[in-house]
């Protein structure tokens, strides 16, 4: 199982921008879909797991309470102009063009878009041969976190086994129009999953929010432990499994049998574990299965 899932919140689209998605690239599917019965006064949430290119993703419909902004893309690796030109037709249709298709410094085509559900794209002609992962994850540190992305890359790599820190490169003098920027690109792996990251050189506010998180993925409780330890800094952002770092990067730290958890076993037991999840903020694996098994301390 891929450690770190990107998982995108979505109003009511999720199940109909996977799709579109999955439509993009070989090697993709729709892995499941399940309905979160909500208890008043919330509404019911569909979750929506799918494949991209073999990579794993995971989408919500919960609502219009967080907008993806592009605070975090998504870097295509694509082998030939034609195939950047072909994905940009696609993913712009309806969206926002916020590098225009061209030629630049770091790639012979590249474009940098915002597509018609919100999620941002970064599509880049690769050189022949070179070995990358198709998509990647990009943490782009914008207003104030801005000038904190190696900070960020060094701290991550330290949270995560099998992780490294590969290029760092910074921008010249003046190249910056923000005086905060530092990191103009980072490229490092956690757990074997490539990320890269820059701190914004516009002053622009792209704020992480939870509308772009990280799933990690957790083999016990011991290891949920672990993780929200290090990641979670934001005490009021504590829901569900979900909490943000230092940096303002939102995380779910879930156990990796979660979809079991939450959907296996009677209506009853699903409705009592949902009820129980949805007060806790860092999960309790323990305590779900006592409420699974209707035990009563």
């Known amino acids: 199982m891929q450690k770190i899932v990107p998982h995108f919140w979505y109003d009511k689209e999720a199940k109909e921008a996977a799709l579109f998605y999955i439509s993009l690239f070989e090697q993709s599917k729709l892995v499941y879909t399940q309905v979160i019965k909500n208890p008043p006064p919330y509404g019911d949430s569909e979750l929506v797991s799918f494949e991209l290119a073999g990579q794993q993703f995971m989408a919500i419909s919960a609502g219009p309470y967080f907008k993806l902004n592009p605070s975090i893309s998504l870097m295509v690796a694509c082998s030939s102009a034609e195939e950047v030109d072909r994905k940009w037709k696609s993913l712009s249709e309806g969206g926002t063009e916020l590098m225009p298709l061209g030629e630049y410094p770091f790639s012979k085509r590249y474009a940098w878009i915002q597509d018609r559900y919100g999620l941002s794209w970064q599509l880049m002609l690769t050189e022949a041969g070179q070995d ?62 490539a990320f890269s990251a820059m701190d914004n050189g516009y002053d622009v506010d792209y704020t992480f929010n939870e509308a772009f998180s990280l799933i990690v993925n957790c083999r016990d409780q011991k290891e949920i432990d672990y993780f929200w330890e290090r990641l979670s800094a934001v005490p009021e952002a504590e829901n569900c499994g979900w909490c943000k770092d230092k940096f303002g990067v939102s995380w779910q730290v879930v156990p990796s049998n979660m979809e079991e958890i939450l959907f296996g076993g009677s209506e009853e037991q699903v409705q009592r574990v949902t009820e129980a999840f949805l007060k806790m903020k860092k999960f309790d694996l323990e305590a779900l299965e006592k409420v699974r098994l209707g035990i009563r301390e």
């Open 132 to 193: 990358a992962q198709k998509i990647t994850p990009n943490l782009l540190f914008s207003d104030g976190a801005c000038g904190k992305a190696e900070e960020a890359v060094k701290y991550y790599a330290e949270v995560f086994e099998n992780s490294e820190i590969g290029t760092i490169s910074r921008y010249a003098e003046g190249e910056a129009q923000s005086a905060k920027a530092k990191v103009n690109y980072a490229a490092f792996k956690l757990d074997g999953v």
